[in-house]
């Protein structure tokens, strides 16, 4: 076995050891470019080391998409302005810095459907995953149902509590179904606890003042309103159906 074998199979043993997954598949083509470039040893050790790092970065923030149970992945840059010029996208862009978040306030988008809201909304916690923040996707009414299965279970003060330590919490579909008095309830609940110490996105087909619509209690629905929108950042927004798009501009 010649020594250059050796010491290959003693840098992976050794990697594998610290869990620097990259570090064997990445060293030789490196090793090279640090000779070619005539790199210092300091130099060849940070270009290591810093592959590394963007790795495992990366495979952090694909976790924590996972891990919040996003539909699917969409970006603000994905997002066609031209066709919704009913937003402002200097807004959205300020949205993106994620300064909200920070400020503990909610965001709230509302409009027809089709225009965009949930892909903003997504977007938003895809641009939030990517800063390492801890989030949450949910629909309104699989909110209801974990939150209704919690009290039932006798576990909704925990289930509260885990609401509370998360960075922000996006939830679509508002109004998509009827909400009972019991559940408005423990939406109400769920509300309060964010109110001032965690962000909350929100999609609704409805403007606030028909949200009585799919609420029983009306009572509640204005505790709800107005908790939500005390810090918050509204949309409107109008516009045609994304989903329609392609046959709008097919139309003579």
């Known amino acids: 076995m010649s020594n250059s074998t050796s010491l290959a199979a003693h840098i992976q043993k050794n990697a594998r050891f610290l869990k620097l997954s990259l570090l064997p598949s990445i060293y030789p083509q490196l090793a090279d470019r640090a000779v070619k470039s005539k790199l210092s040893y300091e130099e060849f050790l940070a270009l290591l080391l810093e592959e590394e790092v963007a790795k495992k970065t990366d495979s952090s923030v694909q976790r924590r998409i996972f891990s919040a149970k996003f539909p699917f992945v969409k970006t603000i840059q994905d997002f066609d302005f031209t066709f919704q010029p009913s937003?402002?996208?200097?807004?959205?862009?300020?949205?993106?810095?994620?300064?909200?978040?920070?400020?503990?306030?909610?965001v709230i988008f509302l409009g027809p459907p089709g225009v965009g809201k949930s892909h903003l909304a997504i977007a938003l916690g895809i641009k939030a995953c990517a800063a390492r923040l801890r989030i949450y996707f949910t629909t309104a009414q699989a909110l209801i149902k974990e939150l209704a299965l919690a009290e039932k279970?006798?576990?909704?003060?925990?289930?509260?509590?885990?609401?509370?330590?998360?960075?922000l919490i996006v939830i679509d579909e508002m109004g998509y179904t009827p909400v009972s008095n019991h559940e408005a309830n423990l939406l109400f609940q769920f509300i309060a606890v964010r109110y001032e110490k965690g962000s909350l996105i929100l999609t609704s087909n409805f403007n606030f003042d028909e949200w009585g619509r799919f609420f029983s209690d009306s009572v509640v629905a204005s505790a709800i309103i107005d908790r939500l929108v005390h810090h918050a950042h509204i949309f409107f927004v109008s516009g045609h159906s994304y989903r329609l798009k392609d046959k709008l501009n097919k139309q003579p």
Request: charged content about 30%; hydrophobic content about 50%; overall charge negative.
């Open 153 to 167: 279970e006798g576990i909704l003060v925990d289930k509260l509590a885990f609401f509370s330590r998360l960075h």
């Open 87 to 106: 937003l402002n996208e200097k807004e959205i862009a300020q949205l993106a810095t994620l300064n909200f978040i920070e400020a503990k306030e909610n």
